[in-house]
């Protein structure tokens, strides 16, 4: 390539926001980043993979399960591999894709909140984009492939950083409000007959984040600046978070807001069919929690990968869910935990492997550029 290469990093470069005017709209006006422009201060990814804390966030939950899992649960690791041995690949495979079927509806989730601030792009950049996150959030900690995200975007699109970050938070927003809401009425149906006393804080947490993501949606659109004001921040802090304001509500209009609860909801009804495929792949006789139970436990593993501990909920995720299975569905220790490994393999592991070969094999990274999409073609979309 003819442009100079440029440094892959998971934090956000020291460009600031406040420099760039609100309707910038041509390269002249905020170009891409060059690489002398956005390496200073930021961590590239291999240094941060060799970073203490890094690796510490990836070993201790890996030393935790496997202490819990063989000491406490008692698994037995040879059995555990057989049955994964003898499961129907039929349904490991249909596991797989459906999961991988979620990714493009997240791209076109991103692309209608991105044209929603003006940046036309296309599904396929935006899936491209947004995989490449998810690899970066399955190697370290802290959710920092949600703000890689974000600075991918801007290397490749003269774009306000605060505006795009601003996207992925109300995503994210969508996500919670989705996934408590499918998790309760899953749970309720899944527990006709009342829920168990160890799923009643679930229930109740579900609740709680609705109720806490609302109140936020509020404050920060009635409040958030007034409080900035009230405070003794720097102007050009205040401009950055006006930006954001802007990529949280501009993001989504009445319009939209039903089109994007919906797909959220069928993006993480994947979830739960990938889980649901796995269950019937390994073919447990005494396992039997129906759909319904499947999507119930898959949403509260995706509720534990919001906890930023570990890379992908790594620990948190694992113990969690192995405790609903036994706890609430009476299933033993070691189905539970082939279950859990199996579907992790599918949800993380496999992006590790893949992500990896699209991370190496994409312009993205390097501001390559993307090309967006004719007013028609908006309009047609």
């Not at 007034?226 to 009445?254: M, N, Q, S, T």
Request: glycine share 8%; hydrophobic share 55%; aromatic share 10%.
């Amino acid at each position: 390539m003819s442009e100079p290469p440029v440094s892959d990093t998971v934090t956000t470069p020291p460009v600031s926001d406040a420099a760039t005017p609100p309707e910038a709209a041509s390269p002249e006006a905020d170009p891409a980043p060059r690489d002398d422009d956005a390496s200073g201060g930021a961590v590239p990814l291999g240094t941060r993979l060799r970073q203490p804390r890094t690796i510490l966030s990836i070993v201790v939950p890996l030393i935790l399960v496997v202490l819990i899992f063989r000491v406490a649960l008692n698994v037995d690791v040879a059995e555990l591999v057989d049955g994964v041995a003898r499961a129907n690949k039929l349904y490991l495979l249909a596991a797989f894709a459906v999961f991988y079927l979620g990714f493009p509806l997240r791209g076109w989730r991103w692309a209608m909140l991105l044209r929603g601030i003006g940046v036309p792009i296309r599904v396929k950049d935006a899936t491209e984009i947004l995989f490449i996150s998810w690899l970066v959030n399955c190697l370290v900690p802290a959710k920092l492939g949600d703000v890689y995200r974000a600075w991918l975007l801007k290397i490749n699109i003269p774009v306000s950083l605060s505006k795009t970050f601003g996207t992925v938070f109300i995503e994210r927003v969508l996500d919670l409000f989705v996934i408590a809401v499918l998790g309760i009425l899953a749970g309720f149906w899944s527990f006709r007959n009342g829920f168990p006393p160890e799923i009643q804080f679930v229930v109740v947490l579900g609740i709680g984040v609705i109720v806490v993501l609302g109140a936020l949606l509020l404050t920060l659109r009635n409040f958030g600046r007034r409080i900035l004001e009230l405070l003794p921040f720097p102007h050009w802090l205040v401009d950055l978070y006006d930006k954001f304001e802007e990529g949280v509500f501009g993001a989504v209009d009445r319009r939209s807001l039903p089109k994007l609860l919906a797909l959220t909801a069928l993006i993480w009804s994947t979830e739960g069919m990938r889980l649901w495929f796995v269950i019937q792949a390994l073919g447990f006789p005494d396992v039997q929690i129906g759909i319904s139970g499947a999507f119930f436990v898959a949403f509260i593993g995706s509720l534990l990968t919001a906890v930023p501990l570990s890379p992908a909920g790594l620990g948190t995720v694992e113990l969690g869910v192995v405790g609903v299975l036994t706890l609430a569905y009476g299933i033993g220790p070691q189905e539970a935990a082939t279950i859990v490994i199996v579907d992790r393999v599918i949800s993380v592991f496999s992006i590790i492997v893949l992500g990896s070969l699209v991370y190496v094999l994409s312009d993205k990274r390097r501001g390559g550029g993307v090309r967006l999409i004719t007013e028609p073609e908006a309009a047609s979309a």
